[in-house]
């Protein structure tokens, strides 16, 4: 019985761990998207970039960025995905399939209750 108590917390410790990971992830992105735009200002007004060169080369900055960015996205799922499958963690339709089966036991129980 103690076993079964521990599991779930197990498993939402996981979550919660991937869950505060994937936000410290998200956070550094984004203070490293801010720090980049804000090195774009300092390089245009050392080299005295138009406005029409900022804009480009920002432009460019930020696509590079975002690329970087789903990359991170990606590989990060991916991480947490293969480290879920070696939880051995039940699909859904695994649970779906089990939850199916305890009502068809469940009725079976009461059937056999109301025959008493």
Do not use: C, Y
Not at 25 to 48: D, H
Not at 86 to 101: S, V, Y
Request: no cysteine.
């Amino acid at each position: 019985m103690d076993n079964n108590t521990e599991g779930p917390r197990e498993k939402t410790s996981v979550a919660e761990a991937f869950e505060r990971i994937w936000s410290q992830a998200l956070l550094a992105v984004n203070t490293a998207e801010e720090e980049a735009s804000r090195a774009v200002q300092r390089v245009a007004s050392v080299a005295g970039w138009s406005q029409d060169e900022v804009k480009r080369q920002a432009r460019e900055f930020a696509d590079r960025l975002a690329g970087h960015r789903k990359d991170l996205e990606h590989n990060v799922e991916e991480r947490v995905r293969t480290a879920l499958s070696l939880l051995k963690l039940p699909r859904r339709e695994e649970l779906q399939a089990f939850g199916a089966r305890l009502e068809r036991l469940n009725e079976r129980i009461q059937a056999l209750e109301h025959r008493k």
